[in-house]
């Protein structure tokens, strides 16, 4: 099984976004798509609270220890 690309994923949402906002496609093609947007958000979202988890194992104190913080990733 190959590895997860958060990037490429990333990409096809934005891809399966603006095909939903033509709205040129029929509603079966529609859900097919909206399902895969679906699959695709939950392995982002997976990816990205590992990515969380590893950034607070790893975030380091002064002293030379080791901290947990949180690590806010918004703006």
Do not use: H, P
Not at 44 to 72: H, R
């Amino acid at each position: 099984m190959s590895e997860f690309d958060f990037e490429n994923a990333m990409k096809r949402l934005e891809e399966i976004v603006n095909e939903l906002d033509k709205g040129d496609l029929s509603l079966d093609d529609s859900l097919k798509i909206f399902e895969e947007g679906i699959e695709l958000s939950k392995k982002c979202s997976n990816k990205l609270n590992q990515a969380e988890k590893k950034l607070k194992s790893l975030t380091q104190k002064e002293n030379g220890g080791f901290q947990l913080e949180l690590v806010d990733f918004e703006d």
